[in-house]
């Protein structure tokens, strides 16, 4: 019987033209050897691989298309080649893949069939806005994104801001660039003056922000987060 293929968890940038500081060179020396990829977005996929080699072979490399249109056969046709003892490699359109990200199917699908799993280091935007956001991260929750319904967007940002006061919980959430917008609307015209927002918009980039304010404070320093990839975080400081 042959020996089934590695799953590698390939971690992509947030943006940018450089890899430089942000994936290690253990990494990009064993992603060139791998020819086998389940994407999130292929042209992403393949900025990454050109960055991390000129020369790298996309022509001679298969792409499975792993997205929420994806189905059952895509799954079905990565594993099929980490049965047959082909190595994978799982791409985000931007930071880890698994979080926030279809990936995440791939790898359960691998555990259940006794497949080397292996995740790499590399930028994650959540974790780095926890980090610089000086609230708790004994206790945190991530909600990926937002409802697109405003009410029920609403609804769940003052749920966080409770739950926050309560139990002193760090609630992590995102939206897309073109909602952050009203997304910053909402919880500068919705939450308590003094309930505390962090805002981290275009990190690991040249033009990265990452401030602490109270609600009343950022209604007085709010800027233009349309166009920023952003996470928002409501917590408490230590």
């Known amino acids: 019987m042959a020996k089934s293929g590695k799953l590698y968890l390939i971690p992509n940038t947030l943006g940018g033209e450089t890899i430089s500081g942000l994936i290690a060179v253990d990494v990009i020396n064993l992603v060139k050897e791998l020819r086998v990829f389940a994407v999130e977005e292929i042209k992403s996929a393949r900025r990454l691989l050109r960055k991390m080699d000129r020369e790298f072979p996309i022509d001679e490399s298969t792409f499975f298309l792993m997205n929420k249109h994806s189905g059952e056969k895509t799954l079905m046709e990565g594993l ?6 082909e190595n994978v490699g799982v791409i985000s ?7 926030a990200d279809p990936g995440a ?6 555990h259940s069939q006794g497949i080397e799993v292996v995740p790499f280091v590399g930028p994650s935007s959540f974790l780095l806005a926890l980090m610089g956001s000086g609230f708790s991260g004994q206790q945190f929750t991530f909600h990926g994104y937002l409802p697109k319904d405003r009410k029920d967007r609403v609804r769940k940002l003052k749920d966080f801001e409770m739950d926050c006061k309560r139990t002193g919980t760090t609630h992590i959430f995102m939206d897309t660039p073109f909602r952050n917008m009203h ?15 962090c805002i981290a918009s275009n990190l690991t980039l040249v033009n990265s922000r990452i401030n602490t304010l109270s609600v009343k404070d950022w209604r007085e320093k709010a800027y233009d987060l349309s166009k920023s990839p952003t996470v928002f975080l409501i917590g408490k400081g230590q």
């Open 105 to 110: 199917d791939l790898v359960n699908l691998a």
């Open 183 to 197: 997304v910053l609307e909402d919880l500068l015209n919705e939450l308590s003056d003094s309930t505390e927002l």
């Open 93 to 99: 359109e931007a930071g880890c893949p698994g979080v």
């Open 80 to 85: 099929l080649k980490l049965t047959q003892g």
